[in-house]
């Protein structure tokens, strides 16, 4: 009664790691029902479930003392560190018998077997984030970013890396989805993630190629095992836009004639209108989402299989603003303190927009052997659909100026080896896998990028050593990748093909002291390469939905990166957090630069970019720090300092995000059973953002009797701050547990632009927002 009078309700800031793992029986190998597992220095504990399950939840970093407990097995005590051994399973060893070595077996997820620098939001704090995008969300984290395009396309930035040079993994899959065009937002249904996990540098040893910048993990939660159908219903609701979301979960696992089988299906409804900024309506900025998935997983033995399929649909109006004539118009429209146009709300999505559809089809199966260790196989087809659609048809049809359709099948297999003990007490683990890809690229209408094809292989192997409080890890990797661009010659009409070919080998090293029981140094050092892709090569054309004609460049090489960090992170009762710093330089770094002259077409002028090359640094710091002012009343500083230099030219780049420091106050109040509240607090914050002042020069002259501008279009936007608030609460409803959560953004109304907006030369950004959040599990009915 003890134990679980003190299981897991207290939650506090940045305390959202999980301990969770199973027990079982020496000898049998049977699951331990009823077992207890306690965490000495908290005082928490909870017992095990009919499958020898157990979960301990919002747990604080750190180094923690666990004893495993069942009635006539040997009580079993071991070490750990939160959170990278978040997966304990444990088997007990009989009283009744000679005792033999305790056998103590783990599973990590991906992320946590790298010893590289991550961050992950989880549990509540991912709670607070429900609603917003991908990108939108991670901006929580310290050293993350947006660039945006417009208030409803964000793509997330690491260490001021994007795109191409992020990978991410839904659901176990590398997602393709046009990801080169900066206002191409990922096409993921962030409700079907239990956590989101960051690693923040170079990461292409186990993930492939074009990892330069990091991975992001989308992880959901574990498929249910216990008889039953249980669920959950989101709910969000918020004033800028008059935003409605609705999402549902409902999942269930069979009894005893299909024990093993289980399933999930998932929905989104996503609806919003014209964005308000403090002082007008930003026109045309609607947004439409509609999102399905399932997922059917039997697991028998040693065998699982899994067979997951998801659609993503969106429709995404973008700002008429940013629509112009003439050069006189776009400079004009630029100076201009407000746009012309300022309409009422409305929920209208008219043209321009974009309407794209992922769908995501993925099969796999893995094996465990007690020996052997644990071999994964995945395959999956992904098909992503984008229609843009301009200010005017360009044809006068209904069709759509920019049609492009991706193919993309990926393969992995990946074998993770038994942990091997030494005779100095040491462990050996790791892992060696194959990773393939093919592509395949279908335009119509007006050209932009060409079609394409695309093939790619790549092998790793990762060894891990840990020995007392050293753990060290290596890992080389062989990438291959052939692309065909198709031709149309426009004097012959005859096809014709250009091809390249790129290989590379790169390799990474990186190691953590465990300084005491609180204190943590890791330090990394790892090469990472990127092939050009399609759009760096060959761009030519207007694209509808970054309102930018984008040239590329046939001769670029591909990039190569030299990426180390070193994190330091502390674990105390009051005081924890982390302090990391990094360096990246990038030899053939590709980026948009912009063009002096802007580029008049028959529908107008347009800001023009063309893919240039340099050597290239990006170097840093990022900061987590909270600290417990009392029992109750705590205080959390994010801190992202960034420093990139164009290293060829002697010049800054564009596009890098600004200096940033988010601050928060949080109380937490004690409940009592009478008032039916739990998990009650109130917190404020205040988010900084600096002038970007390392920028290229921008100046402006007079050439032909035009005004043109060099460096960039605009200066960048004067530096912000913001004040936010939140409240939240669990309760019960009936016999179902509910949580609230109000947040409120930008309270004081500021008016602002920001520098990662592509339309930050039109237009401020988004005014006064408050929204509810509202989560609902519930259970329908328990089967033998």
Request: hydrophobic share 35%; net charge positive.
């Amino acid at each position: 009664m003890i134990l679980i009078s003190h299981s897991v309700r207290a939650q506090q800031p940045g305390c959202g790691a999980t301990l969770k793992g199973i027990l079982t029986s020496g000898v049998e190998q049977l699951p331990l029902p009823g077992a207890t597992v306690f965490i000495r220095e908290t005082g928490h504990g909870t017992v095990t479930d009919s499958l020898g399950q157990y979960q301990l939840t919002y747990l604080c970093p750190g180094r923690y003392t666990v004893e495993y407990r069942y009635v006539s097995f040997t009580t079993f005590v071991q070490r750990i560190q939160l959170p990278a051994d978040s997966v304990r399973n444990v088997t007990l060893t009989s009283e009744s018998i000679s005792l033999n070595p305790v056998n103590v077996t783990e599973h990590r997820s991906e992320a946590q077997q790298l010893l590289q620098n991550q961050v992950s939001l989880s549990g509540s704090a991912l709670d607070q984030t429900r609603g917003q995008s991908l990108g939108e969300s991670l901006k929580a984290l310290a050293g993350m970013y947006s660039i945006q395009t417009g208030p409803s396309i964000s793509k997330p930035v690491i260490h001021g890396l994007y795109s191409n040079r992020i990978i991410v993994l839904n659901n176990g899959v590398r997602q393709e989805d046009q990801q080169w065009g900066t206002e191409h937002a990922p096409q993921v249904d962030q409700f079907l993630a239990s956590r989101l996990t960051v690693i923040k540098g170079a990461a292409s040893i186990r993930f492939g190629s074009d990892a330069i910048g990091g991975v992001i993990l989308i992880e959901p939660r574990a498929m249910p095992s216990e008889p039953g159908i249980q669920g959950e219903v989101n709910v969000v609701g918020a004033t800028n836009g008059r935003m409605g979301v609705t999402s549902g979960l409902l999942e269930g696992a069979f009894g005893r004639k299909l024990a093993g089988l289980s399933w999930r299906i998932q929905g989104t409804i996503k609806r919003s209108g014209y964005v308000q900024t403090p002082h007008y309506f930003l026109e045309n900025t609607s947004y439409h989402e509609n999102n399905v998935s399932g997922d059917i997983h039997y697991e028998h033995k040693s065998l699982g299989v899994e067979l997951f399929y998801s659609r993503v649909d969106t429709k995404v109006g973008l700002f008429t603003g940013a629509q112009v004539g003439s050069l006189a118009d776009l400079y004009t429209a630029i100076g201009r303190p407000e746009p012309l146009s300022q309409p009422e709300f409305s929920y209208d999505l008219q043209r321009p927009y974009q309407d794209v559809q992922h769908e995501l089809l993925k099969l796999r199966t893995y094996w465990h052997s007690q020996g052997g260790g644990t071999l994964t196989a995945t395959v999956a087809r992904q098909q992503n659909t984008r229609r843009e659609y301009d200010f005017v048809s360009f044809s006068g049809s209904l069709n759509p100026e920019l049609y492009l359709q991706l193919i993309t099948h990926t393969a992995d297999l990946v074998w993770e080896h038994r942990t091997i003990k030494t005779a100095r007490n040491g462990n050996w683990s790791g892992s060696a896998g194959f990773n393939g890809i093919t592509q395949g690229n279908v335009r119509q209408y007006l050209f932009l990028i060409p079609n394409f094809r695309n093939y790619g292989a790549g092998v790793f192997a990762i060894e891990r050593y840990a020995i007392g409080p050293w753990t060290l890890e290596g890992g080389i990797r062989y990438d291959y990748r052939w692309l065909r661009a198709y031709f149309l010659d426009e004097a012959t009409k005859q096809p014709y093909n250009t091809t390249h070919v790129w290989q590379n080998v790169n390799g990474s090293l990186g190691a953590a002291y465990q300084i005491r029981d609180d204190l943590t140094l890791t330090a990394n050092l790892s090469t990472a390469w990127r092939a050009p892709n399609v759009a760096d090569l060959y761009s030519n054309g207007l694209h509808q939905s970054a309102v930018a004609y984008e040239r590329g460049n046939p001769n670029l090489k591909p990039e190569q990166a030299y990426n180390g960090n070193l994190v330091l992170a502390y674990a105390g009762k009051r005081l924890s957090g982390e302090i990391g710093a990094y360096n990246n330089l990038i030899h053939n770094y590709i980026y948009l630069k912009p063009d002096s002259v802007p580029l008049i077409r028959q529908r107008g002028a347009f800001p023009a970019y063309s893919y240039t090359q340099v050597r290239a640094t990006f170097r840093g710091i990022d900061a987590s720090l909270t600290y417990k002012l009392s029992n109750r009343l705590t205080i959390t500083t994010k801190n992202s300092l960034l420093f990139a230099r164009n290293q060829t030219d002697n010049d800054y780049l564009v596009f890098i995000p600004p200096n940033r420091s988010d601050n928060s106050l949080r109380y937490d109040w004690n409940t009592t059973n009478q008032t039916r509240l739990s998990n009650l607090y109130v917190s404020v914050s205040g988010l900084y953002v600096a002038q970007q002042r390392r920028v290229p020069e921008v100046m402006a002259r007079q050439e032909n009797g035009q005004l043109i501008f060099t460096g960039d279009f605009a200066p960048p936007p004067p530096a912000y701050f913001l004040v936010g608030a939140e409240f939240g609460f669990t309760t019960q409803v009936g016999k179902q547990t509910m949580n609230v959560i109000l947040t409120g953004s930008n309270l004081m109304n500021v008016a602002y632009r920001d520098y990662l907006n592509r339309f930050r030369y039109f237009a401020d950004e988004p005014g006064r927002n408050i929204s509810l959040k509202v989560k609902l599990p519930f259970s329908i009915s328990q089967r033998s």
